[in-house]
């Protein structure tokens, strides 16, 4: 039979000649079946490299039921998604243990309900062995969704709702490390400590309010609720946020911010403002990124092991909500104080 052009694409049949096996012994080695000598399937790999042959994944993906594909959704928009730091580092912690183990990676993005019914669907559609869900919001219907349709899903951060199932989830311990925050402006002798909060329909912006809230208390430090003000984790949400604290006229002398791009948006308010930072007013943020590093002066923050986090999400996933070698885990990551120069 004449080849239209080119060389033919290798075949199982091929492999299997090649092997000296049949078709079968080929499908059971690329398959990772335990039921072949540890010849035979050297003889195979060897076969399978010489010929240059790629299993088609279609058909792989019939006979074993796995994808051999991740999903990460992030509930942003995704100008979010690339401006904010903390994704990137999910991202490169999730990507290195996937790559360990010849895994696919598919990122997503879902924010608002046309979004979240588009990826629901095709997530319950046997498109991935399981998903990892990030930034998740008080409206989000992703968990309830797939914990419906049996795909496996880890949570990176607890969901807001309580009601939501979330067996398997990797997160941050938010209220002690926003109680470090506070107390170490408190121990610095500022008197009239302030406080730009995450979204309240998230759980690290819940977290991180009681944790400053907490941090007050054990003080004996009465909390003049004007200096307590709403961000959203962005730049422009901080620089709002700030703006809005220092037109209440409760006269804060240091703020404790839970996230440093609302610092690096809170910073150039005050700049603005013709306040400098720390002498009248100081900082502390939350999360310890790249930018907060060379902010002027450089970001006194919260390290959270974001990368970490990515790794324990993606190994708590393929090794235990996957092959269910458990019902549930719960994996608590710590923070620690990194002093620079704002606060």
């Known amino acids: 039979m004449a080849k239209s052009g080119g060389r033919q694409r290798p075949t199982l049949e091929m492999v299997a000649e090649r092997a000296g096996v049949g078709r079968g012994t080929v499908s059971r080695v690329i398959n990772g079946s335990s039921q072949v000598s540890p010849r035979t399937r050297e003889a195979v790999h060897t076969a399978i490299e010489e010929l240059g042959y790629s299993p088609n994944q279609a058909a792989r993906t019939l006979v074993t039921r796995r994808t051999d594909t991740i999903a ?7 100008d979010r998604l690339f401006a904010d730091p903390f994704f990137a580092d999910i991202i490169r912690g999730v990507s290195s243990v996937l790559h360990e183990r010849d895994l696919q990676l598919m990122l997503t993005t879902a924010r608002g309900e046309a979004e979240h019914k588009r990826v629901g ?4 559609g046997s498109h991935v062995d399981g998903a990892l869900l990030v930034s998740l919001h008080r409206d989000d219907p992703l968990t309830a969704r797939l914990a419906e349709s049996g795909v496996p899903v880890v949570h990176g951060g607890r969901p807001y709702s309580e009601a939501q199932p979330a067996p398997f989830c990797v997160d941050i311990d938010n209220v002690n490390g926003a109680r ?4 170490h402006l408190l121990e610095t002798g500022h008197r009239r400590v302030a406080t730009i909060t995450g979204p309240q329909d998230m759980n690290a912006g819940v977290e991180r309010l009681r944790g400053y809230r907490e941090s007050m208390a054990a003080a004996g430090r009465e909390i003049d609720e004007r200096l307590v003000v709403q961000g959203d984790f ?3 949400g901080g620089a709002g946020a700030m703006a809005r604290l220092l037109d209440r006229g409760g006269e804060p002398d240091a703020v404790f911010v839970a996230s440093d791009m609302m610092a690096v948006g809170a910073v150039r308010v005050l700049r603005e403002r013709g306040l400098a930072v720390p002498d009248d007013v100081a900082l502390v943020g939350f999360d310890d990124t790249m930018m907060g590093r060379h902010t002027d002066p450089p970001l006194t923050t919260v390290h959270q092991p974001t990368v970490q986090m990515g790794q324990e999400m993606a190994r708590l996933l393929v090794d235990v909500a996957i092959p269910r070698t458990a019902d549930s885990e719960m994996v608590l990551l710590q923070t620690h104080m990194v002093v620079r120069d704002s606060g």
């Open 180 to 183: 470090a925050a506070t107390a």
């Open 72 to 78: 990460l959704v992030v509930s942003e928009a995704r």
């Open 234 to 236: 962005s730049v422009e």
């Open 121 to 124: 669907e095709y997530l319950s």
